[in-house]
């Protein structure tokens, strides 16, 4: 594939949002190393590759059918992190080639994940499926579930709690108490990144007829949703480690909190400008990366030196 062509895929699958199921990937599997001391490398790379190929085929299929609603074609608000990867409407891949692509992606995920069910346990064929389902479904008739107001929660729920236990159970062929209370805050932190990312969007999905929460709300009663999914994802980290549900090693991650604080001040003034919106919309990104990684460095720290 020619370089141009290379970056034009790399471009149409938003590789730079695959930190939304490569992060907890990392994050669960750095919990079964914590808690049982096993760490399957090759099984890690594998797991890393169905979610990414699960996410680039979510991420061809949104566009698809997006565009079939007129949601990203109507769009003159497109930013850098939403609006679609805008190949569709710049006459650079046909919507047919993005659809198939998608389908591609999804029966590469598949394959991989019936590899690692039929050797680390069937319960993770389920967690594919649920997957896969979601990914495909978000934007796909008849249940569009990014149309109806429930993009946060699927997105929270499929790149927090599934990747997390699916990741974990793929190192320690059982599921963990401890991986679903901590992949919660990275759950809600991917739904903040999706919620800031439709404040632009509002008035192109509002015609389109996409009733996203922001649509449903109104951009500035809102912001309430944007500070409670920030807040208590830290309060949740907080509360983990006053219940001893996880090592105290992980408040690491508080770091970044003044991050979050900035996002959330921005967001207060700025819900309605396309332009002056934009750093709380990197930010959060970057909070959601940094927040994720930071729980993993936690489990390894406190794995390394047990005393902490």
């Not at 099984?43 to 979610?51: E, G, N, R």
């Not at 932190?189 to 009733?211: H, M, R, S, T, W």
């Not at 750093?279 to 005393?307: C, D, E, N, Q, R």
Request: glycine content about 8%.
């Amino acid at each position: 594939m020619k370089r141009p062509r290379f970056k034009l895929w790399i471009r149409a699958m938003r590789a730079p949002f695959f930190q939304a199921v490569i992060v907890p990937t990392i994050l669960g599997t750095a919990i079964a190393w914590y808690r049982s001391g096993i760490f399957y490398w090759q099984y890690f790379l594998l797991t890393t590759l169905a979610v990414i190929f699960i996410n680039a085929g979510t991420n061809l299929a949104n566009d698809y059918f997006d565009h079939q609603s007129t949601s990203d074609d109507i769009n003159r608000d497109a930013t850098p992190f939403s609006g679609g990867s805008r190949v569709i409407q710049e006459n650079l891949i046909s919507p047919g080639k993005m659809y198939r692509s998608s389908l591609i992606f999804f029966a590469l995920a598949a394959v991989i994940g019936l590899y690692l069910a039929f050797t680390r346990g069937l319960l993770l064929l389920i967690i594919g499926i649920i997957g896969v389902l979601i990914g495909y479904f978000y934007t796909a008739s008849p249940i569009k579930l990014g149309y109806r107001g429930w993009g946060e929660f699927v997105a929270g729920l499929g790149c927090g709690p599934l990747v997390v236990l699916g990741a974990y159970y793929v190192q320690a062929q059982t599921l963990s108490l401890e991986a679903l209370f901590i992949s919660i805050p990275v759950g809600l932190l991917i739904a903040a990144v999706l919620y800031i990312n439709e404040f632009p969007d509002y008035a192109c999905d509002k015609k389109a007829g996409k009733n996203t929460l922001i649509v449903k709300m109104g951009r500035k009663r809102a912001r309430k949703g944007f500070y409670s999914l920030l807040l208590i994802a830290y309060l949740f980290i907080i509360l983990a480690a006053i219940l001893k549900i996880v090592p105290c090693t992980l408040l690491i991650s508080l770091l970044t909190f003044p991050l979050a604080w900035k996002a959330m001040k921005i967001a207060h003034s700025s819900y309605a400008s396309k332009q002056e919106i934009l750093p709380a919309m990197s930010g959060t990104i970057i909070i959601h990366l940094s927040v994720g990684l930071l729980l993993s460095v936690g489990y390894v720290l406190a794995k390394v030196f047990p005393w902490l």
